[in-house]
C-alpha cells in the first residue's frame, strides 16, 4: 500500500473553478457569468430571454430535474464553464425532483422535511462533483437578500435555507456585485456587509467593464488568474519545501560557535518563503543551546563554549588535582 499522506507539494489541484456571483436584480449577473471560457448556461430562472442576443449562448431552458440529469449525460466536451442561473431556483427544482421521487421527504404544504433537507444537501453536493469530475468550472448565478441582526445589516446570497453556507464551503471565489453610483462593481473579499471569498489576490474592488462590442470575457480573465495563482502556489510549495530541507540540513552541521553564527548570516541572506526563516531560528536556536551557547540580543550572535571543551577543561582539573 502506497504512503496516503502528501506534502503539501503532492496534493492534487483541481483544474476547474467554482464561483458565485450575486447581487441586485438588473445588473447584468448573468451576463457576467457568460464571460467566463466556453459556457453553457443552465436557466432555472427563465430569464436568458432578457440577455442581450450578442452575449447568449448554447442554453437549457430547465423545466425539470429531469432535464439536467439528462443534459450530463451527454456529451459536455465542447463546454469549459456550466452557468447556474440562479442557484436558489436550482434547489426549488432539486425539491420537486426529490418529493416526486419520495412524498416522505416533503411536507404537506410542498416544502422540504427536516430528512428531505439532508437528502438535498446530498444531491447538491454530488451534484458538484460531478461537475468536477467532467473538469467544470461552475458558476453560480444568485440574487441578494437582506438579513438584519439588531441595527446592524448584513447582504447574504439568496439561497434556500442552510445551502447558502453548504454552497460557499465548496466555492473558490465568492463576488458581491452592486451598482456604485454609475458604475457596476465586483467586490471577493469578506466584510462585515457581505459574504466574499478571495483565494488568488483579486483587487479588493474591481470595475465591471460596459460592454459595447461581442467581447465578453470578465470572468474568463478572472479564472486564468485563479489558476495561474494556483500553479504558481504550487511551484512556490515546492520552493518553500526544498528550503526547510536545506535550512535543516545545514543546522545539523553547525558543530563550532563560528558555524553556529555563519548559520545566521547565511539565513539573512535568503529570500524568505512564508516562516521559512523562523523555522530556521527555531533550529538553530536548539542546535545551539545543545551546544552550551546563548544568544546576545545586542550582537543578534550566540557566544559561549563548546560543552566538549568544558568538560575537557574539568577532566584536566581533576587529573591536576590528583
Given at each position: 500500500m502506497g504512503n496516503l499522506i502528501k506534502k503539501p507539494s503532492q496534493l492534487e489541484v483541481s483544474g476547474s473553478v467554482k464561483i458565485l456571483i450575486y447581487g441586485q436584480p438588473g445588473l447584468g449577473k448573468t451576463t457576467l457569468g457568460l464571460s467566463a471560457q466556453k459556457p453553457l448556461l443552465l436557466d432555472f430562472d427563465g430569464g436568458v430571454h432578457r440577455v442581450n442576443p450578442m452575449h447568449q449562448t448554447d442554453t437549457l431552458q430547465v423545466n425539470s430535474w429531469d432535464e439536467v440529469i439528462d443534459v450530463f449525460k451527454e456529451d459536455l466536451r465542447p463546454y469549459e464553464t456550466i452557468i447556474i442561473d440562479t442557484a436558489g431556483k436550482m434547489l426549488d427544482f432539486m425539491n420537486v425532483y426529490l418529493i416526486k421521487n419520495d412524498p416522505k421527504l416533503g411536507k404537506r404544504d410542498g416544502s422540504l422535511s427536516l430528512q428531505g433537507y439532508?437528502?438535498?444537501?446530498?444531491?447538491?453536493?454530488?451534484f458538484l462533483k460531478q461537475a468536477s469530475a467532467l473538469n467544470k468550472n461552475l458558476v453560480f448565478i444568485a440574487h441578494d437578500k437582506e438579513d438584519k441582526q439588531g441595527d446592524s445589516l448584513f447582504i447574504r446570497p439568496e439561497i434556500g435555507g442552510s445551502s447558502s453556507g453548504d454552497l460557499i464551503k465548496e466555492l473558490d471565489l465568492v463576488?458581491?456585485?452592486?451598482?456604485?453610483?454609475?458604475?457596476?462593481?465586483i467586490s471577493f473579499d469578506p466584510c462585515d456587509k457581505f459574504y466574499g471569498k478571495n483565494t488568488c489576490q483579486l483587487d479588493s474592488l474591481i470595475q465591471v467593464p460596459v460592454l459595447t462590442t461581442s467581447k465578453n470575457d470578465f470572468l474568463t480573465n478572472i479564472i486564468n488568474k485563479y489558476k495561474e495563482n494556483?500553479?504558481?502556489?504550487?511551484?512556490?510549495?515546492?520552493?518553500?519545501e526544498s528550503l526547510l530541507k536545506l535550512i535543516k540540513s545545514n543546522a545539523e552541521e553547525c558543530k563550532t560557535l563560528k558555524e553556529c553564527n555563519e548559520y545566521l548570516d547565511w539565513v539573512n541572506s535568503l529570500t524568505?518563503?512564508?516562516?521559512?526563516?523562523?523555522?530556521?531560528?527555531?533550529?538553530?536556536?536548539?542546535?545551539?543551546?545543545?551546544?552550551?551557547?546563548?544568544?546576545?540580543k545586542l550582537t543578534k550572535y550566540f557566544e559561549g563554549e563548546v560543552k566538549e571543551t568544558k568538560k575537557a577543561t574539568s577532566k584536566v582539573q581533576e587529573e591536576l588535582n590528583v
Open positions: 439532508g437528502a438535498r444537501k446530498v444531491m447538491f453536493v454530488n463576488g458581491y456585485m452592486e451598482a456604485v453610483g454609475k458604475n457596476r462593481t494556483q500553479a504558481n502556489r504550487v511551484v512556490m510549495v515546492q520552493e518553500y524568505n518563503i512564508w516562516d521559512s526563516k523562523i523555522q530556521a531560528g527555531v533550529l538553530i536556536n536548539k542546535k545551539a543551546r545543545e551546544l552550551g551557547f546563548t544568544f546576545n
